[in-house]
């Protein structure tokens, strides 16, 4: 017989559970056997051996006694014992190892319901532990819980998933793209953006993932990165960790995001030396000024500006390519914005 998954088994009989519920501790067990355990007279959970309160309720795991049916039906039939009541014990039924991630997957993609139903039961830590080990659809489901709303991305953090997806991404593969959207959801709160951006593996790995991916990963990771660099400090944190290269070298090849957080990097000093050092990088954004979609152009000449303000050799590089008859042709755009940063572009390299 093959081996059920680790979280289908009861931590006291160690067999797949029938009728599983929730321990005020978090943990879960069959209902049976836990209730021996606290018939017995023990006031402590099995498995952390902490204090329980007097009569503790035990909340029936729905989310994950659907799961073993999803995996095998015959096995979430067996009878169920009542409150009071027991019946024969039952023979283990054989199944096929499987993994309880895609039924989870569905869950947390079926809408607020089944997110919650996902929360409630515990299984995130599920989901965390196999969107470590790389898995993609772990990785997507973490992403439909994070929608839940803020409270639910805080307790996400709290809960470990930073570690757990940026060891996704680092990893790379198919897991890498969909555990960076996940971490841009999660930053979109504010208090978030801190604890995210000052973790030690997070920014290294996107901007890992913004040298070595694929289209869609180098995508999802510039997006990243932009949601966290609205926090200054993850600006400096970005400079340091060799990611304006990367986002330079992405909007070369026509990504407006990546020209998006370079406007960010170029908000603090230290971004804005990073930038200057970049060989090319004025042809780059003098580029993507004049054939960029509107907030790539807002961005590309915002850029310029402050670069060529930092180093006049880059000023007189952006006239040798014809930087004032581009802002000529902007200064009247509608975009007033855009109009607006070629002014200033202009006034900068007369300078020069």
């Known amino acids: ?43 402590t959970c099995p498995i952390t051996n902490l204090p329980l309160p007097p009569c503790p309720p035990l909340i029936p795991n729905h989310a994950l006694r659907r799961l073993i049916a999803a995996v095998s039906p015959s096995a979430a039939a067996a009878p169920v014992p009542t409150e009071g009541g ?54 997507r489901a973490l992403l439909h819980l994070s929608l839940d709303g803020d409270d639910t991305r805080v307790g996400l953090v709290a809960d470990g998933a930073v570690d757990a997806l940026s060891a996704a991404v680092s990893r790379g593969g198919a897991a890498a793209a969909s555990a960076a959207t996940a971490l841009t959801s999660l930053a979109t709160v504010d208090v978030n953006k801190c604890t995210i951006g000052a973790h030690p593996s997070v920014i290294p790995a996107l901007a890992g993932l913004l040298r070595r991916g694929g289209p869609r990963e180098r995508r999802e990771a510039a997006t990243a990165l932009f949601e966290l660099c609205k926090l200054p400090e993850n600006r400096r944190r970005a400079v340091r960790e060799g990611a304006a290269p990367a986002l330079a070298d992405f909007a070369a090849d026509g990504s407006a995001r990546a020209v998006e957080v370079l406007g960010l990097l170029a908000r603090c000093r230290e971004g804005r030396q990073e930038l200057c050092r970049i060989p090319g990088v004025v042809s780059v954004l003098t580029g993507v000024a004049k054939s960029g ?40 755009d509608d975009n007033c914005k855009i109009a607006k940063n070629a002014v200033e572009l202009v006034r900068t390299l007369e300078k020069a």
Request: aromatic share 4%.
């Open 293 to 332: 979609n509107a907030r790539a152009i807002e961005q590309a000449l915002l850029v310029l500006n402050w670069i060529c303000s930092e180093s006049n050799e880059l000023a007189l590089e952006a006239i040798k390519l014809q930087a004032f008859d581009l802002c000529e042709a902007l200064v009247n």
């Open 86 to 139: 027991a019946h024969a014990r039952q023979e283990a039924v054989p199944v096929r190892s499987a993994s309880p991630v895609p039924a989870l997957l569905r869950l947390a993609k079926s809408g607020a319901a089944g997110r919650r139903e996902v929360l409630e039961s515990g299984n995130a830590a599920v989901l965390l532990r196999h969107a470590e080990a790389g898995d993609e659809a772990a990785a």
């Open 1 to 43: 017989m093959e081996a059920w998954p680790d979280d289908f088994l009861c931590p006291i009989t160690l067999e797949v559970m029938t009728d599983p519920v929730i321990l005020p501790s978090g943990h879960t067990f069959e209902r049976r056997s836990i209730q021996q355990w606290l018939d017995g007279g023990h006031l």
